[in-house]
Nanobody, 122 residues
Framework: QVQFVESGGDLVQPGGSLRLSCAAS????????GGWYRQAPGKQRELLAV???????DYGDFVKGRFTISRDNDQNTMYLQMNSLKPEDTAVYYC????????????????WGQGTQVTVSA
């Protein structure tokens, strides 16, 4: 089973940018589709973006044009570049296996990492 460790979260002002990183253990991740998720206080965890084994990408409408998912299979790493951040983007961000293509309300089973906190505030 692939394990994930997220990093890169921070406090950022509205309109700012952050780049999150996701380190996957082992070499099996290169054979799986990946996804970035987030969970805001009091809300369900939601899928933001997905990337296929071959590097094709798909997004939820609420982040399309602002967030970019990418992966480096040689490094077993996945990234999420976030631009034009808004206060409503404040959440704990997680990476994991994902569906292909993007599916709204997708529920991913299995274990989760600790996540990384992103806070967007002036």
């Amino acid at each position: 089973q692939v394990q994930f460790v997220e990093s890169g979260g921070d406090l950022v002002q509205p309109g700012g940018s952050l780049r999150l990183s996701c380190a996957a253990s082992g070499s099996l991740f290169r054979f799986r589709n990946g996804g970035w998720y987030r969970q805001a206080p009091g809300k369900q965890r939601e899928l933001l973006a997905v990337i296929s084994i071959g590097g094709n990408t798909d997004y939820g409408d609420f982040v399309k044009g602002r967030f970019t998912i990418s992966r480096d299979n040689d490094q077993n790493t996945m990234y999420l570049q976030m631009n034009s951040l808004k206060p409503e983007d404040t959440a704990v961000y997680y990476c994991n296996i994902g569906p292909w293509p993007y599916v709204r309300d997708w529920v991913q089973s299995g274990s989760w990492g600790q996540g990384t906190q992103v806070t967007v505030s002036a």
